[in-house]
């Protein structure tokens, strides 16, 4: 097939890039580059020895894209262009809507005038908000999160609504747990601008020596040890997974959940980094994180029985590849 994919620089769309043309797939990225590099694409070329074409364009400019599209006749388009950092989301909310918003809208109009019927979606387990775990598919979405959530929560109420009315196109919402680690090569990754905000790439700082120590947000949450459960998934297993779900020739608006459906604490997490990689990771547990919940890992059924995708790496391959 022939996909467009929006943000397909950016950590997780390049390593879906790269597991779409080792499935034999022709791939046009866009990308703005307000997160990524352009480099990342000689080092997709790198990894696959496989072309793909790159247009520097933003997701939401309408006329780039019809171009683009009639150009191509593209075949689906996989759509990870967006913002995802949940504080600044909070601090400069308009920029996320705009964005995130636009970019969904624009897609999707362009979708339909161009009869383009496959079109894949990042959403995020964090629409779950603090539902309980094992989260599936039909567990209802939280009412109110924060501008980023809320951008994932209404993107995929545009894009059923917008299905349901023009059902020539086929719409696949997948709902990323917590995305880490790296592909083997080591040429792509994770790269966040500024202090990450998540764990993973902080741990991976410290072990840098970038920063001195990790602060672990509160022990004292209802979990195995005290600290926050959640489900981390290889991105590359994740990568995967928008292949399965492209492949699956699914029609309507379909939901599904990509974690592994097992939920490992922030101690357990850094002890498996410390063993596996053979580093010390001095922490200090501080107080809890504003908007953290305790637990949230993934019921993954749905996507093994309908997509026949599961997540294959565990824990330690994760934390050797990050
Ligand atoms: P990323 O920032 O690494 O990648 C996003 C890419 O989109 C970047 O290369 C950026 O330059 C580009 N971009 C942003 N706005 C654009 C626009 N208007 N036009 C063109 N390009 C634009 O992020 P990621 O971690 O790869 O996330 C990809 C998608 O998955 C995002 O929609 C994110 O919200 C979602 N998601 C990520 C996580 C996670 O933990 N990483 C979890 C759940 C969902
Ligand atoms: C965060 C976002 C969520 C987003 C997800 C993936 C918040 C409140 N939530 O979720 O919306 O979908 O990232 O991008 O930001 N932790 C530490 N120290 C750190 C960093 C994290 O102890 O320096 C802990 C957290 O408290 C949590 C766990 O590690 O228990 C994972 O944190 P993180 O990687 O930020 O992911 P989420 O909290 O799941």
Redesign the pocket.
């Given at each position: 097939m022939k996909i467009l994919v929006?943000?397909g620089?950016?950590?997780?769309?390049s390593h879906t890039v790269v597991e779409l043309l080792e499935k034999g797939h022709e791939v046009v990225i866009?990308?703005?580059?307000?997160?990524?590099q352009k480099a990342t694409h000689d080092k997709i070329t790198a990894i696959t020895h496989k072309p793909s074409t790159f247009v520097k364009m933003?997701?939401?400019n309408y006329e780039g894209l019809k171009q683009l599209c009639k150009k191509h006749q593209f075949d689906g388009i996989i759509h990870?262009?967006?913002?995802?950092a949940v504080g600044e989301s909070v601090a400069k909310p308009l920029m996320y809507y705009y964005?995130n918003l636009l970019?969904t809208i624009t897609l999707a109009r362009v979708a339909i005038e161009e009869g383009i019927n496959k079109f894949i979606f990042?959403?995020?387990a964090t629409v779950y908000g603090d539902g309980v775990s094992p989260l599936n598919e039909e567990a209802p979405l939280m009412e109110r999160t924060n501008p980023y959530g809320e951008t994932k929560a209404m993107s995929e109420r545009i894009l059923t609504d917008v299905a349901k009315a023009n059902p020539t196109l086929n719409v696949i919402l997948l709902r990323?747990f917590?995305?880490v680690g790296a592909h083997k090569s080591g040429l792509i990754g994770e790269v966040p601008n500024g202090t990450p905000n998540?764990l993973m790439p902080y741990i991976t700082q410290v072990a840098k020596g970038l920063r001195d120590k990790l602060y672990i947000f509160g022990n004292d949450y209802p979990t195995i040890d005290g600290t926050g459960v959640r489900d981390y998934i290889h991105v590359v297993d994740l990568a995967k997974g928008h292949v399965a779900a492209l492949e699956a020739n699914k029609t309507g608006v379909n939901i599904y959940n990509l974690g592994t459906g097992k939920g490992t604490s922030v101690l357990e997490l850094v002890n498996a980094f410390m063993s596996v990689n053979k580093v010390n990771i001095p922490y200090e547990i501080t107080s809890r994180r504003a908007g953290d919940i305790a637990t949230c890992y993934a019921n993954v059924n749905k996507a093994k029985k309908e997509l026949k995708w599961e997540a294959k790496y565990n824990v330690e391959d994760m934390v050797k590849d990050a």
């Open positions: 929006t943000g620089l950016g950590y997780i769309g866009i990308d703005n580059l307000y997160n990524s933003d997701a939401t990870f262009a967006g913002y995802k964005n970019s990042s959403s995020s990323y917590n995305p998540n």
